[in-house]
């Protein structure tokens, strides 16, 4: 169970695009779909963003998006907001039911 | 309204026991796959442990197999992670997820768990 990795931070203006990126290996990742992206601003619990690498639940924004290339997943954030600031992770179903989590990545809008 | 709602959480002495609870409602709970996801202070989320409806499948990350066993009761909607061996790494907020064709959409607010002597 090896975490994925994540940037530790990245920052845009408001109005600008980020992106950040979630590395895995052949065996997740690149392997099937199921690679989701949370949300969690300080003090609060997780909030699921994209799931199967780009579906958006209900309520989420369209300028939220996810992809995926190899065995690096990327959640797009466009025309950034304050709001936006927050710690974003991202997961990825394993063999045999299990997960595994990046280390997370702090987005700063300033 | 869906909601979960954790509780058990305290301050217990390293080696010592812990259950967890969580209380689930608003969805048809014996349909859906649980899991239990950790923090640790100023840390990453921290996949815990899985537990299928029918209670047909259960997994549990490195870290806490042979320690923590996860249960459920589909009669009373409810959630349970046990918790044995407690390790003062083992200080967390634990948070009780709902699984959506392996993604986490519904969390709980979370319950602390402090190892400390």
């Known amino acids: 169970q090896s975490a994925l990795t994540q940037p530790r931070s990245v920052s845009g203006s408001p109005g600008q695009s980020v992106a950040i990126s979630c590395t895995g290996t052949s065996s997740d990742i690149s392997y099937h779909n199921h690679v989701s992206w949370y949300q969690q601003r300080p003090g609060k619990a997780p909030k699921l963003m994209i799931s199967e690498v780009n579906k958006r639940p209900s309520g989420v924004p369209e300028r939220f998006s996810g992809s995926k290339s190899g065995s690096t997943a990327s959640l797009t954030i466009s025309g950034l907001q304050v709001e936006d600031e927050a710690d974003y992770y991202c997961c990825t179903f394993e063999e045999n039911f299990t997960w595994v989590f990046g280390g997370g990545t702090k987005l700063t809008v300033l | 309204e869906v909601q979960l709602v954790e509780s058990g959480g305290g301050l217990v002495q390293p080696g010592g026991s812990l259950r967890l609870s969580c209380a689930a409602s608003g969805f048809a709970f014996n349909t859906y796959p649980m899991n239990w996801v950790r923090q640790a202070p100023g840390k990453g989320l921290e996949w815990v442990s899985h537990i299928r409806s029918g209670s047909n499948t259960i997994t549990y990350a490195d870290s806490v197999k042979g320690r923590f066993t996860v249960s459920r009761d589909d009669a009373t909607n409810s959630l349970f992670l046990h918790m044995n061996t407690l390790r003062a790494e083992d200080t967390a907020i634990y948070y009780c997820?709902?699984?959506?064709?392996?993604?986490?959409?519904?969390w709980g607010r979370g319950t602390v768990v402090a190892v400390s002597s």
């Open positions: 997820v709902r699984d959506d064709y392996w993604a986490f959409d519904i």
